[in-house]
């Protein structure tokens, strides 16, 4: 739900920056794949990792093209996350579902 303090409460109380659920999703890939932006960027500066992929090989960069979320793609992608990590890769995912405002 994008609760960004919220997070960062339990995030400076000792979880995982890393953490994933059962399907292999980070906070990061959770947080980029539901649009939110401040919460992408907290992670981030947390240390989260940006290429971290989940258990069906996706990014969180991937995932925020899939759901054309411009400004989490922008957030992603000026902290180095890489549009050929991943299958289908983000650059992939800009293809096939015609993001041309996507500049990968």
Do not use: C, W
């Not at 000792?14 to 992408?40: E, F, K, Q, R």
């Not at 989940?54 to 996350?81: C, I, M, W």
């Amino acid at each position: 739900m994008g609760e960004t303090v919220r997070l960062e409460q339990f995030l400076d109380a000792g979880l995982p920056i890393d953490l994933v659920n059962g399907s292999g999703d980070s906070l990061l890939m959770l947080a980029a794949y539901h649009g939110h932006p401040a919460t992408v960027r907290a992670l981030i500066a947390r240390g989260a990792d940006v290429n971290k992929l989940n258990d069906r090989g996706q990014s969180p960069l991937a995932g925020a093209v899939f759901k054309d979320y411009g400004e989490v793609v922008t957030v992603l992608l000026g902290h180095g996350a890489d549009p050929e990590a991943g299958s289908p890769n983000a650059k992939e995912i800009a293809g096939m579902f015609n993001r041309p405002s996507v500049d990968l």
